[in-house]
Each structure stands twice: as C-alpha cells, then as structure tokens.
C-alpha cells in the first residue's frame, strides 16, 4: 500500500510482523490488536481502508461491528472500504477448525455489507488464481 499511500495505518495482532514496519517511511499507525478490537483514533478520516484475507478470522456479528466503525472514518465522499477474501464455492460457509477462519460465501458477504449499513460500488473475482484453490473476490464499499 505505500506504493499508492502517502501515510499507511497497520492493523495487525501479531507484532513480530509489525516491527520491521515501524521505522519505515510511510507507516503511520501500528495497531497491534486484532480487527475486533481496532478502534480508530479520534480525528481519523481515511480515503482508503484495505481488508485483505483477515475477515475471515472474524465473527459476522465482529465483521458488521468492525465495517461500521470503518464506515464512521471513512472520507465522506471519495472515502472508500475494500474487502477481499477467498470465497466459498459450495454453498455455504466453511469453517477452518485448524485457524479458526471462516470462508464465505459471495451471497453471506453482501449481507454482511448491508447489515453494516455499507453499499458495494463495484466487485470483481480476481484473475490468474490455480482452478484448484478458493476463487477471490474483491469488494469495494461506500
């Protein structure tokens, strides 16, 4: 992100891959708490909040309380919320006993964006993958 970012915040719980980041130009941030328990500083506005294979670790009803608070620090008009995860291809949810992760599918991800109060301005399945590994999606969300 700090190819395309003047100044990037990090969520992430586990410190160790966080250390390295701390000096480096660009970094604004480091939260080292997990997506549950993030909570954005006072005065924060983002154009761009960046979710990309972590949601999964997250309850629905921490996915929805997690995206609303992204959506209260969002830039009001070109601020915008992205999401991207594997996707369930079997028509329901599949849950990793092994992580603790939840794969969804497409159909329980839109839900999710509109219980949060979220609207999805564009999607697209990510291209190039092997056939044999779960299909990505990405979200981007107002």
């Given amino acids: 992100m700090l190819d395309v970012a003047e100044q990037v915040d990090i969520v992430e719980p586990i410190a160790k891959f966080t250390a390295a980041l ?12 997990g997506l549950e328990e993030w ?18 670790h997250l309850t629905d009803e921490q996915l929805v309380a997690y995206l609303r608070r992204c959506k209260e620090v969002i830039a009001p008009t070109d601020g915008v919320i992205v999401v991207k995860e594997n996707l369930s291809t079997s028509g329901v949810d599949l849950f990793d006993d092994v992580d603790s992760s939840v794969t969804r599918v497409d159909e329980k991800f839109r839900n999710l964006f509109e219980e949060a109060g979220l609207r999805l301005i564009r999607t697209e399945l990510q291209r190039g993958f092997p ?12």
């Fill in 131 to 142: 056939k044999e590994l779960f299909p990505v999606r990405m979200y981007a969300l107002k």
């Fill in 39 to 56: 909570k954005p500083l006072d005065g924060t506005a983002y154009d761009l909040v960046w979710n990309q294979w972590c949601v999964g």
């Fill in 22 to 33: 701390q000096e480096k130009l660009g970094v604004g941030s480091v939260f080292n708490i």
